[in-house]
């Protein structure tokens, strides 16, 4: 293996650490950090994973707050919800776990959580201070992706960066904070015509599609950086990435594992935009 690992975990356990102490010094001062998950539906994945968002913040010394309710809820209902949440002066950031049930309106009930507590950073007004460099929340995984950059002291200034997948929640964002580093951006999707010609050019590789082996050895430029976003399962049942790790790693100078990469790192700024939230409240 000639590529060096950015573990996920090690990394968040540091940066839990610096939240656990700021937690700590809001509650000196009468506030103490609340994020609301809520879960429709009763997908396994997903209720592992809402589990283990709500714990990592209470291990932090956060508020949390997990609502499950059933796929037949209604979009009113969990509109009203999201409302209650808005008005919960306990509630520094609400998240609602997607995907939704077919029979809701995802993007309607996005806009209807207040941007001062969006910590997915999904909201319109969200993207668009993104987008303009304004502040407001960052989408958790992309931003993410950028503190395993920053801990590797990896200068993007200058740098080829190719993001695979355009998603509202992955790719798009990972592009605008790449491009606000400096770096020149190519953003890939499904209608990309030669993926490894595009891969070959870059510097940095983001790999957010959602399919095994997307990303192979003969794909990376010898020394590479690639950040692994996908979650998959393979033959047997494990969960791997969007990249062939074991080919990878064998040509990239950096790479993510799957599990114990960006995974860990998606919850760790979720407490982080939590904290963030709490901490504006308190000024
Ligand atoms: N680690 C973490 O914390 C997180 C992991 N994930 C995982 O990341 C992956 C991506 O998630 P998400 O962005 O929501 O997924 P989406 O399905 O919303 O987007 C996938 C993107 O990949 C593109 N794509 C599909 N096939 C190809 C291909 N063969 N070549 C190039 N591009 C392709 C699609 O293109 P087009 O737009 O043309 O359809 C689309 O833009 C999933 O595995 C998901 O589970 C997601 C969120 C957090
Ligand atoms: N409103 C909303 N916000 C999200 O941020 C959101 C969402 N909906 N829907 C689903 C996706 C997916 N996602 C993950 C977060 C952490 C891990 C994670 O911690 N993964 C571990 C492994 C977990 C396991 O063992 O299954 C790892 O990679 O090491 C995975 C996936 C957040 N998402
Ligand atoms: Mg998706």
Not at 23 to 32: I, N, R
Not at 104 to 118: C, H
Not at 144 to 157: D, H, N, V
Not at 197 to 207: E, G, K, N, P, S
């Amino acid at each position: 293996m000639t590529a060096q690992l950015i573990d996920g975990n090690a990394l968040s356990k540091q940066l839990r650490t610096d939240v656990a102490a700021r937690v700590t010094a809001l509650k000196a001062k009468g506030v103490t950090p609340g994020l609301a998950v809520i879960l429709v539906g009763d997908n396994p994945a997903s209720q592992v994973y809402v589990r283990n968002k709500v714990k990592a913040c209470e291990d932090t010394g956060m508020h949390s707050v997990l609502e499950t309710w059933p796929t037949t809820m209604t979009e009113a209902e969990l509109l009203a919800r999201v409302d209650a949440m808005n008005n919960d002066a306990s509630i520094h950031g609400i998240l609602v776990q997607l995907p939704l049930p077919a029979h809701m309106n995802a993007q309607r009930v996005i806009e209807a959580i207040s941007p001062e507590k969006d910590v997915d950073g999904f909201h319109i007004a969200s993207a668009g201070a993104l987008m303009t460099g304004l502040p407001g929340f960052w989408p958790c995984t992309p931003y993410g992706c950028m503190k395993m950059l920053e801990s590797i002291g990896y200068e993007l200034k200058g740098k080829h960066a190719v993001v695979i997948g355009r998603s509202n929640i992955v790719g798009k964002p990972m592009a605008m904070m790449l491009l606000q580093q400096n770096a020149t951006v190519t953003i890939c999707h499904s209608a990309t015509k030669d993926l490894k010609a595009m891969t070959l050019q870059a510097d940095v590789i983001v790999a957010a599609v959602g399919k095994r082996n997307v990303l192979t050895a003969d794909m990376v430029k010898p020394g590479a950086v690639v950040l692994d976003v996908g979650m998959n399962r393979n033959d047997e049942g494990k969960l791997c990435g969007d990249v062939d790790f074991a080919g990878v790693k064998e040509v990239a100078g950096w790479i993510t594992p799957v599990p114990g990469g960006v995974g860990p790192m998606t919850i760790t700024m979720l407490m982080v935009n939590t904290l963030e939230s709490a901490e504006r409240r308190a000024a």
